[in-house]
């Protein structure tokens, strides 16, 4: 008999490395993914994912610095386990795309059923604080239209009901319910750890009583007969003081729990279940003997064929590495969990504010980290020791962390996958709108392994419940939600143009901070005044680059785009009237004399919507377009494909800070070479340079009302 006609050769498989198959499974449950592994794997390997934001930049060896489709998913469709270190508005958007079926979302034909375990400290003090994850119950007035909320139930100890929904009052939608168990929920095991009780550990001697009973009970445990047996037990009064201490608050959760409000109903595919154990009766411990309790039933939970995502929020308020107990059993049946996700279907997200207060046995185990701005670099070195960052890149990556802007992270995801190599000419990458199944190619899709992505979340479709409260609050958020007046009109005495804050997506290879954005709310009626509101952001520029506009949304203009700059200085002069002299309905004549410029012009802007004419005023006048927002400068970080115009961008300025704005192309080949051409030609397909007009000899300029961060 041949050596390969032995039955033990059968499974061995040929001799190539990686079969298409292997390659297709291993690109079917990466944790992370952008926009080009989609693109070329197609949505038949990636059939659900959740759009968490976009990649700024890719550091890792082989893969270009900027992908060509910056989308950033999280692989609903495969178990994960994730760390979020410290915003809650990350943990919110996975939340989202995990149970909310929206295109603008990601794609998701099985929505998820999700716990979140939530335990508020302050609860003693009169300052707790709902849960944020709550908020996903209300949409957001502006980008969740056409959206449906989950359904959130909140379940809190019956003793503390009342005082629980006064503290989730303001959000109506949310169903705040006690928690209930049954009988049957109660295991010898599980009633160790509400007990806080290690067998391994020294134990009060009342507490051999119980372990007796629990014993004796150990093939069929009932609650109701070990309650019995404990009763007809002797015991000292204080040792029955601390029995009733420890069981008090499983008693008060089994009065009236039966098999109809028991918390297993609650799992539900789509909807979000928040155990909130927040009351000044309640410590960490007891939270984690709560927590593992539920954990379990959530585990076992039949939720017909969904998927499951539970989330520890503010998981350094119960979770410790020098906790024992139920903290420590609740570390245990979640690392049980995550080893086990493939099998038990079981998603895993931790957020957490103090990354090394955190049991350090997840971060070896995490899918993927998402790390946003810290200042402490004992954190940064805590976090190297455990994800594949090279240690020659720590100075480099601790600059960037602690330079993060709002809404901005560090992703680290070694078996995360994109695209190696160099982007792909047009019209290479696959149709992701096809159903039928794309080829793999180990060549083109690769594991990031010892990399990491700088990222942006995108903004949520319901409310923000986390924004920072201020003595002088802002007029938006960035990378939160989007709120505007519901009607679309408001009261007030005067006109409000705020400077605020809002994300740009310019062309792919341009990394765009926030922008300087101006807002206008228009009057009611002639003799209404103006009133401030919060404008929608637009998550990208349009076509033309000029303005964006649907019939949900106002006007937003860019007018740092070529097609709307040479109206900037009629905006600016507009905008500074209104500053100085609280002036929101100005002359025409009065531009025209300022700007040096004929009625022509000012007819123009009013043509493409810039300004608007006043009607039933004796005087021509013009106001700012109502209901519009304004970007007038924007922000360019020459990174990535954008890096080689450094040195291009170093010299104009220098010359323009001598005096000499405008640069011939003569010049610059004499000081770059020939090559300089190709540069130029990239600086101005970004808008980092522009031609200038009417010169006799080619020149060029940095762009105006652009600020740029090399």
Same mark, same amino acid.
């Given at each position: 008999?041949?050596?390969?006609?032995?039955?033990?050769?059968?499974?061995?498989?040929?001799?190539?490395?990686?079969?298409?198959?292997?390659?297709?499974?291993?690109?079917?449950?990466?944790?992370?993914?952008?926009?080009?592994?989609?693109?070329?794997?197609?949505?038949?390997?990636?059939?659900?994912?959740?759009?968490?934001?976009?990649?700024?930049?890719?550091?890792?060896?082989?893969?270009?610095?900027?992908?060509?489709?910056?989308?950033?998913?999280?692989?609903?469709?495969?178990?994960?386990?994730?760390?979020?270190?410290?915003?809650?508005?990350?943990?919110?958007?996975?939340?989202?795309?995990?149970?909310?079926?929206?295109?603008?979302?990601?794609?998701?034909?099985?929505?998820?059923?999700?716990?979140?375990?939530?335990?508020?400290?302050?609860?003693?003090?009169?300052?707790?604080?709902?849960?944020?994850?709550?908020?996903?119950?209300?949409?957001?007035?502006?980008?969740?239209?056409?959206?449906?909320?989950?359904?959130?139930?909140?379940?809190?100890?019956?003793?503390?009901?009342?005082?629980?929904?006064?503290?989730?009052?303001?959000?109506p939608a949310v169903h705040v319910e006690p928690l209930h168990f049954s009988p049957e929920d109660i295991s010898g095991e599980r009633l160790l750890a509400m007990m806080k009780v290690e067998e391994s550990g020294q134990m009060p001697l009342y507490m051999e009583a119980?372990?007796?009973?629990?014993?004796?009970?150990?093939? %069929?445990?009932?609650?109701?007969?070990?309650?019995?047996?404990?009763?007809?037990?002797?015991?000292?009064?204080?040792?029955?003081?601390?029995?009733?201490?420890?069981?008090?608050?499983?008693?008060?959760?089994?009065?009236?729990?039966?098999?109809?409000?028991?918390?297993?109903?609650?799992?539900?595919?789509?909807?979000?279940?928040?155990?909130?154990?927040? %009351?000044?009766?309640?410590?960490?411990?007891?939270?984690?003997?709560?927590?593992?309790?539920?954990?379990?039933?959530?585990?076992?939970?039949?939720?017909?064929?969904?998927?499951?995502?539970?989330?520890?929020?503010?998981?350094?308020?119960?979770?410790?590495?020098?906790?024992?107990?139920?903290?420590?059993?609740?570390?245990?049946?979640?690392?049980?969990?995550?080893?086990?996700?493939?099998?038990?279907?079981?998603?895993?997200?931790?957020?957490?504010?103090?990354?090394?207060?955190?049991?350090?046995?997840?971060?070896?185990?995490?899918?993927?980290?998402?790390?946003?701005?810290?200042?402490?670099?004992?954190?940064?070195?805590?976090?190297?020791?455990?994800?594949?960052?090279?240690?020659? %890149?720590?100075?480099?990556?601790?600059?960037?962390?602690?330079?993060?802007?709002?809404?901005?992270?560090?992703?680290?995801?070694?078996?995360?996958?994109?695209?190696?190599?160099?982007?792909?000419?047009?019209?290479?990458?696959?149709?992701?709108?096809?159903?039928?199944?794309?080829?793999?190619?180990?060549?083109?899709?690769?594991?990031?392994?010892?990399?990491?992505?700088?990222?942006?979340?995108?903004?949520?479709?319901?409310?923000?419940?986390?924004?920072?409260?201020?003595?002088?609050?802002?007029?938006?958020?960035?990378?939160?939600?989007?709120?505007?007046?519901?009607?679309?009109?408001?009261?007030?005495?005067?006109?409000?143009?705020?400077?605020?804050?809002?994300?740009?997506?310019?062309?792919?290879?341009?990394?765009?901070?926030?922008?300087?954005?101006?807002?206008?709310?228009?009057?009611?009626?002639?003799?209404?005044?103006?009133?401030?509101?919060?404008?929608?952001?637009?998550?990208?520029?349009?076509?033309?680059?000029?303005?964006?506009?649907?019939?949900?949304?106002?006007?937003?203009?860019?007018?740092?785009?070529?097609?709307?700059?040479?109206?900037?200085?009629?905006?600016?002069?507009?905008?500074?009237?209104?500053r100085d002299e609280e002036l929101w309905r100005v002359k025409t004549q009065r531009l025209q004399r300022a700007l040096d410029i004929d009625s022509d012009a000012i007819a123009k802007a009013v043509a493409r919507g810039v300004i608007v004419r006043v009607e039933g005023?004796?005087?021509?006048?013009?106001?700012?377009?109502?209901?519009?927002?304004?970007?007038?400068?924007?922000?360019?970080?020459?990174?990535?494909?954008?890096?080689?115009?450094?040195?291009?961008?170093q010299y104009l300025k220098t010359q323009a800070e001598s005096g000499f704005s405008e640069i011939t192309l003569a010049t610059l080949r004499k000081r770059f070479g020939q090559e300089v051409e190709e540069i130029v030609a990239k600086a101005k397909a970004q808008d980092?340079?522009?031609?200038?007009?009417?010169?006799?000899?080619?020149?060029?300029?940095?762009?105006?009302?652009?600020?740029?961060?090399?």
């Amino acid at each position: 008999m041949s050596k390969l006609a032995r039955p033990e050769y059968a499974l061995l498989g040929g001799d190539t490395p990686q079969t298409s198959d292997a390659a297709a499974h291993a690109f079917r449950t990466a944790p992370v993914f952008t926009g080009d592994a989609l693109d070329t794997l197609g949505p038949a390997i990636l059939p659900q994912r959740a759009v968490y934001g976009r990649v700024l930049e890719q550091h890792a060896n082989g893969f270009p610095a900027v992908p060509a489709a910056p989308v950033l998913y999280i692989n609903t469709n495969t178990p994960f386990s994730g760390l979020g270190t410290g915003k809650s508005h990350s943990t919110s958007v996975l939340l989202e795309s995990c149970l909310m079926a929206d295109a603008r979302l990601g794609t998701l034909p099985e929505p998820l059923s999700a716990l979140v375990f939530h335990f508020d400290t302050a609860a003693g003090g009169g300052a707790v604080q709902p849960c944020e994850a709550a908020y996903l119950s209300t949409l957001d007035a502006k980008n969740g239209e056409g959206a449906v909320a989950p359904t959130v139930t909140v379940l809190v100890l019956p003793s503390n009901l009342r005082a629980m929904k006064k503290v989730y009052a303001k959000l109506p939608a949310v169903h705040v319910e006690p928690l209930h168990f049954s009988p049957e929920d109660i295991s010898g095991e599980r009633l160790l750890a509400m007990m806080k009780v290690e067998e391994s550990g020294q134990m009060p001697l009342y507490m051999e009583a119980v372990m007796t009973i629990l014993r004796s009970m150990e093939d %069929s445990f009932d609650y109701t007969k070990f309650r019995e047996q404990l009763s007809a037990q002797t015991f000292s009064a204080s040792q029955k003081s601390m029995l009733k201490l420890r069981l008090s608050l499983l008693d008060s959760c089994l009065k009236d729990g039966n098999a109809s409000n028991r918390v297993s109903t609650h799992f539900k595919k789509g909807h979000l279940t928040i155990i909130d154990l927040s %009351s000044p009766f309640m410590d960490g411990s007891s939270a984690c003997g709560f927590f593992d309790l539920i954990l379990g039933l959530f585990v076992e939970a039949d939720v017909k064929a969904s998927g499951k995502l539970v989330v520890l929020d503010e998981a350094h308020k119960y979770l410790s590495d020098a906790q024992s107990g139920a903290s420590s059993r609740l570390t245990d049946s979640l690392l049980t969990i995550i080893r086990q996700y493939r099998h038990l279907g079981t998603r895993v997200l931790i957020s957490t504010q103090e990354p090394t207060v955190v049991p350090s046995k997840f971060l070896a185990l995490c899918s993927f980290i998402i790390a946003h701005r810290f200042q402490s670099p004992e954190w940064l070195r805590m976090l190297t020791k455990h994800v594949s960052v090279p240690e020659r %890149s720590f100075d480099e990556l601790f600059a960037k962390v602690v330079s993060l802007q709002t809404g901005q992270a560090i992703m680290f995801t070694a078996s995360g996958i994109s695209v190696r190599g160099s982007h792909k000419a047009n019209g290479s990458a696959k149709d992701t709108s096809s159903d039928g199944d794309s080829s793999v190619s180990g060549s083109e899709v690769a594991q990031l392994g010892a990399g990491y992505l700088l990222v942006q979340s995108r903004l949520r479709a319901t409310q923000d419940g986390g924004r920072s409260i201020l003595a002088v609050q802002e007029s938006a958020s960035l990378g939160g939600s989007m709120n505007q007046s519901s009607s679309g009109r408001a009261s007030g005495t005067s006109l409000a143009l705020h400077p605020t804050h809002s994300t740009f997506s310019f062309a792919s290879q341009a990394a765009v901070s926030p922008s300087s954005v101006w807002q206008v709310r228009a009057p009611a009626a002639a003799s209404e005044s103006p009133s401030p509101r919060n404008s929608p952001e637009p998550s990208s520029s349009t076509e033309s680059g000029s303005r964006t506009s649907s019939d949900a949304s106002p006007e937003v203009f860019l007018m740092t785009s070529p097609a709307l700059r040479k109206f900037l200085p009629l905006v600016t002069l507009m905008q500074q009237l209104f500053r100085d002299e609280e002036l929101w309905r100005v002359k025409t004549q009065r531009l025209q004399r300022a700007l040096d410029i004929d009625s022509d012009a000012i007819a123009k802007a009013v043509a493409r919507g810039v300004i608007v004419r006043v009607e039933g005023a004796g005087t021509a006048r013009v106001m700012l377009a109502p209901g519009a927002t304004y970007v007038t400068e924007r922000t360019v970080y020459l990174t990535g494909a954008l890096r080689d115009c450094v040195p291009l961008v170093q010299y104009l300025k220098t010359q323009a800070e001598s005096g000499f704005s405008e640069i011939t192309l003569a010049t610059l080949r004499k000081r770059f070479g020939q090559e300089v051409e190709e540069i130029v030609a990239k600086a101005k397909a970004q808008d980092v340079v522009e031609d200038v007009p009417n010169a006799t000899k080619s020149k060029i300029r940095l762009c105006p009302h652009t600020k740029l961060v090399l």
